[in-house]
T-cell receptor
Framework: QQQVKQSPQSLIVQKGGISIINCAYE??????FPWYQQFPGKGPALLIA?????SEKKEGRFTISFNKSAKQFSLHIMDSQPGDSATYFC??????????FGAGTRLTVKP | NAGVMQNPRHLVRRRGQEARLRCSPM?????VYWYRQLPEEGLKFMVY????????ESGMPKERFSAEFPKEGPSILRIQQVVRGDSAAYFC????????????FGSGTQLSVL
């Protein structure tokens, strides 16, 4: 069963623009929401993560916005660069061993 | 400090053969997770192991799949009698502690079943 739904499936943004990727989850027991970045031929790498007790977290050009009541969270990439072109996965987990991943968004930033 | 090492990077098998995928965790990490990634899909949890123990195999198919993490050597994901539906990218991740909050992924093994 898919517990984390991610959209869009693909996204094309001009250099300098804002990339926005959205995720929705179902299980209110989730308490950790990371975003992973994956380049072709590589494994996913943790980009940024948030817990549900805060509504926003910013690290450089990357920001997570979290809406607990709507059970949604999003990744914003400001001033998008061609080097940001990758596949991005949202995920959610609760205490334990099971991390649920979204289906991924393939981001292309055009120069 | 080497990251998580997986080999081979690409593995081609014919239907009915066995596939062995290896994962060496980061130095000092004793927790290993295996995930499977199908095209256009996210990663699906398969199994969580600590040294010499399988902790959680709830995501592992009941038949043909097995995993181990011996006291010495890499973790092994073994698929017996492979079928075309086993074709996927298999990723290993390691963690210094219990839980999935600090996962470091390898580059994966792309398994192709002919």
């Amino acid at each position: 069963q898919q517990q984390v739904k991610q959209s869009p499936q693909s996204l094309i943004v001009q250099k300098g623009g804002i990339s926005i990727i959205n995720c929705a989850y179902e299980n209110t027991a989730f308490d950790y929401f990371p975003w992973y970045q994956q380049f072709p031929g590589k494994g996913p790498a943790l980009l940024i993560a948030i817990r549900p007790d805060v509504s926003e977290k910013k690290e450089g050009r990357f920001t997570i916005s979290f809406n607990k009541s709507a059970k949604q969270f999003s990744l914003h990439i400001m001033d998008s660069q061609p080097g940001d072109s990758a596949t991005y996965f949202c995920a959610a987990s609760m205490t334990g061993n099971d991390m649920r991943f979204g289906a991924g968004t393939r981001l292309t930033v055009k120069p | 400090n080497a990251g998580v090492m997986q080999n081979p990077r690409h593995l081609v098998r014919r239907r009915g053969q066995e596939a062995r995928l290896r994962c060496s965790p980061m130095k000092g990490h004793s927790h290993v997770y295996w995930y499977r990634q199908l095209p256009e899909e996210g990663l699906k949890f398969m199994v969580y192991l600590q040294k010499e123990n399988i902790i959680d195999e709830s995501g592992m198919p009941k038949e043909r799949f097995s995993a181990e993490f011996p006291k010495e050597g890499p973790s092994i994901l073994r698929i017996q009698q492979v079928v075309r539906g086993d074709s996927a990218a298999y990723f290993c991740a390691s963690s210094p502690t219990k839980g999935v909050r600090k996962l470091f992924f390898g580059s994966g093994t792309q398994l192709s079943v002919l």
